[in-house]
């Protein structure tokens, strides 16, 4: 019960973080440069994301878990002070100044948005795939007979590629005219990525797969958020960031809920194939939603 409440209020401040500070880059950011902007912000977020575990690990071995507890802790105090100290405050003209006071009436507003939809149902897939990947990765290893140390392996190379590709993502995004090239592009290499999963059985082929998948998702996911960002109007764009972020934490909620059932009865094979098919589909469903008047 005492972990429950935990989590529970750290989901609250981790939720009311995240959108807010999407919508925050967006409004202080030129239109020509969203790309880079939240190429720089989701590289900070895999970044912190891969030194996390790594300095926890480390800090657990030599002092203890209780400890690693309390470093983190401070670590997000300290964030508290340089939010307070140093963030500017937006233009004016992009805050959210005649925003509905009702969440529903604005989410009925942004279901109306294609784009938006789109967008969301793109991630949603990209997501069952990255789901795929943390949820049953290590299983799949220790089924092929590889020990914890193939694990780290595995998942360093994924993060360390996927923080270093946002960059050069979010240089793509502001030099390219049709930036949904971008987000089918990456989604088609992040699904035969995960089907190429089921065939591999080392290490070094796990690796290259996951460097590559690193890459796909460092592509899409960062010209997705660029996407939200200039698809929605200044006023909505904290809802709609919010939406964003559901629909990560959905589509990893889904893998993890619902493959292990076809693992269990067809195999890891299945399972990524699935994934794949899966990333797919949602990516026509992309693909035919993006370009169509908003109803």
Known sequence: MQM??????????????????????ADITPPESLGRAFGWYTMALYGGMTLGPAAGGLIGSELGLRPVFLVSGALILFMFFIAFFFLPAPPAQSRSTGASSAIMPTLQNLMKNNRLIACLLATLGGCVGFGMFVSFMPLYIRS????TAAVGFVFATQALINAISRLPAGWLCDHVTDRSLLVIGGSVILALAMATFGFCQSVPSLMVTAAVMGISMGVAFTVITALIAESVPNKMRGVAMGCYNTSVYAGMMLCSGGMGVVIREYGFRAGFFLTGAVITISLLWFKFLYHREDI
């Open 144 to 147: 092929l007979g590889m020990d």
């Open 4 to 25: 429950g409440f935990i989590y529970l209020i750290f989901g609250v401040g981790l939720s009311a973080l995240s959108p807010t500070l999407m919508s925050y880059i």
